[in-house]
């Protein structure tokens, strides 16, 4: 069994203010399928009271998918590892004004070595979102998925 694991939000409600400073997405609900201590394999940790999935060091697959409502602003979506941006992993999305939908999609391949890990020995995985202005997002549905690219 490949080690995999998310954090996700389904009939999300809650709206979170977003304004050109980056902020840590918090609308997660629930940990989704992952393994665990029984499985054997604990690189994969999902987390929603940090509104992450943590990892030990190696190489995943990492998607996260969401939509929503928002305000008439641009959207930016991109991944941080143990708080630092990864640059080349992001999504950048303008609310359809009329229907004020947000959607977006980010899919990569992510290292996380020794000097990524947190202080727990884990690396945490988090998405962060700023708009183009001040404005509100609602996202209804949202996941965070990972995947161990190696056994």
Do not use: W
């Not at 641009?74 to 939908?101: H, P």
């Not at 988090?126 to 965070?144: D, H, I, K, M, R």
């Amino acid at each position: 069994m490949i080690a995999h694991g998310m954090i996700y939000v389904a009939g999300g409600v809650t709206a979170q203010a977003l304004t050109t400073t980056p902020t840590k997405l918090t609308c997660f609900a629930g940990n989704g399928d992952h393994d665990s201590a029984d499985d054997g394999d604990m690189r994969i940790q999902p987390s929603v009271s940090t509104d992450s999935v943590k990892v030990k060091p190696g190489n995943y697959l990492v998607h996260f998918t969401l939509c929503g409502s928002g305000d008439d602003i641009d959207f930016t979506f991109f991944l941080r590892k143990n708080g630092v941006k990864v640059g080349r992993l992001g999504s950048k999305n303008a609310t359809e004004a009329a229907a004020g939908d947000v959607k977006a999609m980010i899919r990569g391949l992510l290292t996380v070595n020794e000097s990524d890990l947190a202080s727990d020995g884990l690396c945490p995985i988090e998405v962060y979102g700023e708009g183009s202005g001040s404005g509100n997002l609602t996202p209804t549905f949202a996941q965070l998925a990972v995947l161990a690219l190696s056994a």
